[in-house]
């Protein structure tokens, strides 16, 4: 079974500038998070997707970043325009229906605003 | 609100036992995790344990939950120099609001 894919791996940008990250869950995964990863903290969820309706966004910055997950498959998340403070790695996870909600991590990008 | 947290450093000797903790304040958690996380690489899930329950065992891995003190624990038997990485604790419900909410992990060396 494929795991998470997310491209692309890395990213270096300036302050300012747009980037966009692409994620493809594990085939039949109904529900996708993106995660934010500073270095040295753990991951803390931007938004999450059940199927391509969002659940969760409260913790998305609304005004710079956006997601979408058209048709319940693929995600992207874009950052418009970027912050030194977005320095993170980005990671996608999906999770089935059952219960124990085991979630599935991509290896993530990592992403440099300079 | 939702909080969980970990020492920062453990440092073991290759052969000994390892033993990393976590509390929690969400009260509401079904389920608690583990991951691992190596250089470079996305978040491995290593085992969870379920709320109603007190230890799961694993291979070499025990988890050990004390929910009247939020407090988990997990323990690797026999510690290798390929267990070095950072372990987060997490947790979650299992209805609604999904996501993990994760410590800032412990990052774990073993000297050989």
């Not at chain 2, 969980?4 to 509401?28: A, K, M, P, W």
């Not at chain 2, 109603?52 to 038997?77: E, F, G, P, W, Y």
């Amino acid at each position: 079974e494929a795991g998470v894919a997310q491209s692309p791996r890395y990213k270096i940008i300036e302050k300012r500038q747009s980037v966009a990250f692409w994620c493809n869950p594990i085939s039949g995964h109904a529900t996708l998070y993106w995660y934010q990863q500073i270095l040295g903290q753990g991951p803390k969820l931007l938004i999450q997707f059940q199927n391509n309706g969002v659940v969760d966004d409260s913790q998305l910055p609304k005004d710079r970043f956006s997601a979408e997950r058209l048709k319940g498959v693929d995600s992207t998340l874009k950052i418009q325009p970027a912050k030194l403070e977005d320095s993170a790695v980005y990671l996608c996870a999906s999770s089935g229906w059952e219960a124990k909600n085991i979630q599935y991590f991509g290896a993530g990008t990592r992403l440099s605003v300079l | 609100g939702e909080d969980v947290e970990q020492s920062l450093f453990l440092s073991v000797r290759e052969g000994d036992s390892s033993v990393i903790n976590c509390t929690y304040t969400d009260s509401s958690s079904t389920y608690l995790y583990w991951y691992k996380q190596e250089p470079g690489a996305g978040l491995q899930l290593l085992t969870y344990i379920f709320s109603n329950m007190d230890m799961k065992q694993d291979q070499r891995l025990t988890v050990l939950l004390n929910k009247k003190d939020k407090h988990l624990s997990l323990r690797i038997a026999d510690t290798q120099t390929g267990d070095s990485a950072i372990y987060f604790c997490a947790e979650s419900m299992d209805t609604g609001r999904r996501a993990l909410t994760f410590g800032s992990g412990t990052r774990l060396q073993v000297q050989p």
